[in-house]
Structures are given as C-alpha cells and as structure tokens.
C-alpha cells in the first residue's frame, strides 16, 4: 500500500519534513526556506559547562521540533502528534495511518538507520523522516536529505523508532490532522512574525551564550583553547564546530544562507525592498562562517596552530558577531505596517 | 557562498547522497545546489573518529590490564555515554559504574549480562571476550 506521495530532498530533515506534509495540507507554496524563517530557525547558542562527544555543545538553529510547530501554528495548521509506550502500539498505529492514505513523520535515531554511512551514526535522536507506504515488509521512507526514497523493514525501523538517550523518540509520529486554505495574507503574516521572533532570539536575549553574543562569547573562548586545552584537544574542539556549522543539513554557513534564501522569498509576500538589502548581509556572514572553518581546519589538521592563528579564529567569530547584530537590528527597524 | 565556488569534494557521505547546499548565482538570487562534499568538513569528522579508535583502544587495554570490565570497551565501540547505556539497559548509572570495575563484571549473573549484550548487539560471548563480529 502506497500513499499519494512526492520525495522532497532538502538541505535539513525538519525543514524537509514540514515542507512536505504542510504542502500536501494547504500551504502549497511553502518551501525549505520559507518554513526555516517562519519557524525562526536561526540561533546560535554554546551551553557552558557541557560536553557532548567529548566537544563544545554548540547549535547554529533552534531545538528540534520548534520549527515545525511553530511554522504549523503561523498556519493555522491542525497537527496531530502522538508517542507510544509501547512498541507494538507504535506499529499498529503506523500501519492504520498508511492503510488510510496518511503519510507521517516521525522522529528517529539515527545510531541503526542503516542506510545512513558509518561515520554518520552517533547517537543523535531527533532525525526526521516522511513514512509513506509499506510494500510487503519494507517500509518506504522519505528521508529529506536524500536525493531519492528508500526503504526500511519493520525491525529496522522499529529500532531506529524506539531508539533510547536524550530526545528518545519513543515512536512518534506526526501529521496535519486536516487540510486547510493557506492564503498568500496568511504566510505574510507568519513570515512577519517568524522574522520578529528571531530578531529577538538573536539580539535581546539576555546572557552572553546564546544570540550573536554568544557567538562572539565562543570568539573569545576559541583565543583561549591553546593554552586551556593543549593543541589535541582544542583541534578536536574546532573540528566539533565546523561540523555543527557545515554538516549535512545545514545548508552551508551555519544556515546562514538558508536564512539569506528565507529573506530573498519572504519579498515575494512582504515587498519591503530592506530584504533583499538584509539577506546579502546573511551571505556575507554564511561566507565568513565558511572562512573561520577553512582556518579551524588549518589548525586542526597541524598546517598552523600558534596562538596568533587561534587569534585570528577567534576575531572571525567576534566579527561574525558585529555582522549578525548588524542583520538583525537592521530586521528590527523594518516599518512592516507602512 | 557563490554558486562556483561550491566544494565538490569527497566525504563519507558520498556513499548515500549528495547534499542541498543554498548558494547565490551573478545576480546574488539564492537557489539550492548539488554537493559532493566538502573537504573542511570531512577533515573535521576524521579528526572526531580518529579520537574515538584511540577511546576505544585505550578503553581494550584498560580491560586487558584488568583496569575496566569489558563494558568500558562496549561504551566506547557503540558511541555511548553511561546516560544512553542507562536508558538501552534499565539499571541506574551508578550500578553501571559498578559493573565497570572487573570484579563485579564476574560476579554478574547471566541475566544481567544479557541485558548488557541486547544494548551493544552482541552476545553474551562476545561481550565477555570483546570479540565482536559486525555484519
């Protein structure tokens, strides 16, 4: 049993995947960028004091789930969201949704999805994918990232269901509990207030970890690496950062440049000519993300590795910083009632 | 990021797909592109699991010096934490730390045992000798 269904690849699963199902419920027009900007997806936090794989817990976007939720209350959309104490409940439920024609998401782990290579698989709980079908034991699955469908047996994805650990999916499924008329007023105002939302995440939240001063708060962190860390482990540091900025996932730039793609369309609904103006500012900061990486990887590949090229690490992230908080001031002011 | 100057290097990821990537064409409009990978960012995943053979290296000789009891080798072979190996077994952290030290490990009878082998998917045997055979 097959549901009507069309594979979407997109840079991040959640984009991907709200995209997809809010589509088919009646924001036809969405895409990967517009559900990132309505959603607020951009942040940048470093939780002190905490380390995951042995590195700096840093995120370049916001928690996983928000920017679906978020994107389907601008919306208006009706979601329905359901986790499962059991596993052969989790099944039934699934198989009841596909027998109905109803595609869902779901949360997985990605440690057993076997499909995804090696290197890839930690233990990171909050992967999403589209399921929509099942052809004798397999399941077919839209995983967002890739370029086509695949599929999964029932005691594959059952495994990567009820993975365990932090964000344990505990099975759940999503899916919009009905269609509904999405009109182009309506996406302007949930792109307004998307952009308001992350103007505030970004510059008026207080404390130094998170927003663009935490960006400059690691800035600063980075200068002190060589001596705090010793040089093993401050490169192990750096490298957890590039890939947080510039894994599968993020569009590039730490999702800067989808947030740069997220302005450019929002024209199209709110014609304020600022913008365009201000998504060129996000490209200049995605291209700056991008540098401070090509120099974390000369330092951790041993090319260079004195203080002074820690120094220069770190005054990228502080000038990355002037950038943002140039970006969003200038969203601040924007008179989007005029 | 210029639609020209998208690395299409080689990275592990390759295996199983290319990735969306959103760069600018002359006009400075954004669409997605195509991406092989990047070389930056395969550096930094081989640096990370460059780290974790040396973890579970050091973890193998821990055991083998009767330092650790072999969950120590599995912590580090499946990625876990002792938070993850708590949730996949059902006993506390601190009952886990115990079964890390040697003597308690040879004490634990074979149910406990089998718990342990169900969380790093292997057997009993396996989880004894630290000979593991991943399909």
């Not at chain 1, 809010?22 to 942040?43: D, Q, V, Y």
Request: hydrophobic fraction near 40%; charged fraction near 25%.
């Amino acid at each position: 049993m097959t549901t009507d269904f069309k594979h979407l690849q997109a840079a991040h699963c959640e984009n991907g995947v709200t995209t997809n199902l809010l589509r088919s419920a009646g924001a036809e027009k969405l895409t990967e960028p517009l559900a990132f900007g309505i959603g607020s997806g951009l942040f940048y936090v470093q939780l002190p004091f905490l380390v995951i794989n042995n590195g700096p817990a840093i995120a370049f976007r916001t928690m996983p789930g928000l920017i679906f939720k978020r994107t389907c209350n601008a919306l208006d959309i009706p979601v329905f969201r359901k986790k499962f104490s059991s596993q052969e409940a989790g099944k039934r439920y699934l198989d009841e949704c596909l027998a109905k024609g109803q595609p869902v998401g779901a949360q997985v782990g990605v440690y057993y999805l076997t499909y995804f290579p090696k290197e890839y698989r930690f233990h990171f709980n909050a992967h999403n994918m589209i399921i929509f079908g099942k052809e004798d034991d397999r399941y077919l699955i839209s995983d967002p990232v890739m370029e086509t469908p695949t599929s999964l047996t029932d005691y594959e994805l059952q495994r990567v269901r009820f993975a365990k650990g932090p964000f344990a999916p505990r099975g759940q499924i999503y899916y919009p509990k009905e269609k509904r008329i999405v009109t182009d007023e309506q996406m302007a105002k949930a792109i307004v207030k998307g952009i308001k939302r992350n103007v505030n995440h970004m510059i008026r939240i207080p404390g130094s970890i998170a927003g663009v001063k935490g960006i400059a708060g690691t800035g600063k962190k980075i200068k002190k690496w060589k001596s705090k860390l010793g040089d093993e482990k401050a490169g192990l540091y750096l490298a957890q950062l590039v890939r947080m900025q510039e894994e599968i996932g993020t569009g590039g730039g730490g999702f800067r440049y989808i947030y740069g793609a997220f302005l450019q369309e929002a024209h199209a609904y709110v014609p304020k000519d600022e913008l365009i103006d201000i998504s060129k500012i996000f490209t200049e900061a995605g291209d700056k993300w991008r540098i401070a990486a090509v120099q974390a990887a000369g330092i951790y590949k041993g090319r260079i590795g004195s203080q002074a090229d820690y120094d220069v690490m770190g005054d990228y992230l502080i000038e990355i910083s002037e950038i943002e908080t140039k970006a969003f001031k200038a969203l601040s002011k924007i008179k989007w009632n005029s | 990021m210029k639609k020209e100057e998208i690395p299409q290097d080689n990275g592990a990821l390759n295996k199983l797909t290319k990735e969306v990537v959103y760069a600018v064409d002359g006009s400075g409009k954004y669409s997605t592109e195509l991406s092989t990978g990047w070389e930056v960012k395969t550096e930094a995943l081989d640096l990370a699991w460059g780290d974790i053979e040396k973890r579970i290296e050091a973890a193998r000789q821990k055991v083998l010096n009767n330092e650790a009891s072999p969950i120590l080798y599995f912590l580090e072979l499946r990625l876990m934490d002792l938070g993850i190996l708590a949730s996949y077994t059902g006993f506390w952290k601190w009952t886990i730390k115990k079964h890390l030290k040697p003597a308690a490990f040879k004490n634990l009878p074979e149910q406990k045992l089998q718990k342990y082998a169900d969380a790093f998917n292997v057997s009993v045997e396996e989880l004894k000798t630290m000979k593991v055979h991943d399909n």
